[in-house]
């Protein structure tokens, strides 16, 4: 069975730190590009961060560029998402997904597997 299962989220004050795991099973991780989404309430999902399969190449959204990194660990089939300098508008559901192409594009039909979400709050 597929499964992508996010954890580390959770309430922080603006300005704060976080960071996300996504553990990946029932498929070879090293083959998949790994990506994080998010979407807040009455918003479309958006594009957060990726990491290629290969080289472990890094793109972000504008949004967060400077502020969050992506990391994976392949011996421990996980990716990480370090959050930093929070804002409210960082406040939404936190989804990992999994490209077996491995483009790492912004498209969420390019993803073959996704998991639940980690809700991630940040107050003022």
């Known amino acids: 069975e597929v499964q992508l299962v996010e954890s580390g989220g959770g309430l922080v004050q603006a300005g704060g730190s976080l960071r996300l795991s996504c553990v990946a099973s029932?498929?070879?991780?090293?083959?998949?590009?790994i990506g994080w989404f998010r979407q807040a309430p009455g918003k479309e999902r958006e594009a957060v961060s990726c990491?290629?399969?290969?080289?472990?190449?890094?793109s972000y959204g504008d949004s967060v560029k400077g502020r969050f990194t992506t990391s994976r660990d392949n011996a421990k089939n996980t990716v990480y998402l370090q959050m930093n300098s929070l804002t409210p508008e960082d406040t939404a559901l936190y989804h990992c997904?999994?490209?077996?192409?491995?483009?790492?594009?912004?498209?969420?039909?390019?993803?073959?597997?996704w998991g639940q979400g980690t809700q991630v709050t940040v107050s003022s």
């Open positions: 997904a999994a490209d077996a192409v491995g483009s790492c594009l912004t498209d969420i039909f390019d993803y073959d597997y």
């Open positions: 029932g498929f070879t991780f090293t083959d998949y590009a």
């Open positions: 990491i290629k399969r290969k080289d472990n190449s890094t």
